[in-house]
């Protein structure tokens, strides 16, 4: 089984700046890409960005593009997701995924990680 752990959450004011890490342990598969994913307090979760094993490929939703990059260290087997320019809206708790279909933007529901709180204050 694939185990995931999301850190690099933590409090931001608006128009800052925050790293996640996510690493990866146990068996994983190339052919999924690795996803984040985060879920406001009350709402349901959502894509956020993904990348393909070899990192030649990513994907962003439309509310981070231009503002979040996402990228791997395979060698230490972490994935990051830089975040810049922090909305108050971005507040969520983020996960990672080891099994996702960049293509439809879908996760396997047994690769999540924890969650990582991410608060962004006006």
């Known amino acids: 089984q694939v185990q995931l752990v999301e850190s690099g959450g933590g409090l931001a004011q608006a128009g800052g700046s925050l790293r996640l890490a996510c690493a990866v342990s146990g068996r994983t598969f190339s052919a999924y890409a690795t996803g984040w994913f985060r879920q406001p307090p009350g709402k349901e979760r959502e894509f956020v960005a993904a990348?393909?094993?070899?990192?030649?490929?990513?994907d962003y939703a439309n509310s981070v593009k231009g503002r979040f990059t996402v990228s791997r260290d395979n060698a230490k087997d972490t994935v990051f997701l830089q975040m810049n320019s922090l909305k108050p809206e971005d507040t969520a708790v983020y996960y990672c995924n080891a099994g996702t279909n960049i293509a439809a933007r879908t996760a396997r529901s047994d690769y999540w990680g924890q969650g990582t709180q991410v608060t962004v204050s006006s």
């Open positions: 990348i393909t094993w070899s990192g030649s490929s990513t």
